[in-house]
């Protein structure tokens, strides 16, 4: 069982910034790929980044590329997400998920349905 949580959600002006993590409890975070996804309301849930085990690999949603940054540290099972130059389409709930049969694999997989576990999600809302 893995258990993942989000933090740093919260409301930001366009423009701004906001890191969000995700903090994980399982004892092997070090050899699968996290990915954060997003839903805003009405929409469908849309991948927005992932980042293999060690950090070498990492993928964009083309809407977010060069604003937002993955990164990882194993040490302290956490993802984290710097998310600039925000946008009100950016206005979402954000999930963190990890993807347990990624084990070792560089290539970070944009398909939900891969990702085994969740979290509960965390609100991101830009004003515009």
């Known amino acids: 069982q893995v258990q993942l949580v989000e933090s740093g959600g919260g409301l930001v002006q366009a423009g701004g910034s906001l890191r969000l993590s995700c903090a994980s409890s399982?004892?092997?975070?070090?050899?699968?790929?996290v990915g954060w996804f997003r839903q805003a309301p009405g929409k469908v849930r849309e991948f927005v980044t992932g980042?293999?085990?060690?950090?070498?690999?990492?993928y964009y949603a083309d809407s977010v590329k060069g604003r937002f940054i993955i990164n990882r540290d194993n040490a302290k099972n956490m993802v984290y997400l710097q998310m600039n130059s925000l946008k009100p389409e950016d206005t979402a709930v954000y999930y963190c998920?990890?993807?347990?049969?990624?084990?070792?694999?560089?290539?970070?997989?944009?398909?939900?349905?891969?990702?085994?576990?969740w979290g509960q999600g965390i609100q991101v809302t830009v004003s515009s």
């Open positions: 998920a990890a993807d347990l049969s990624s084990s070792y694999r560089q290539r970070v997989v944009a398909t939900e349905g891969v990702y085994d576990y």
């Open positions: 980042i293999s085990w060690n950090g070498a690999g990492t």
């Open positions: 399982s004892r092997t975070f070090d050899t699968y790929a």
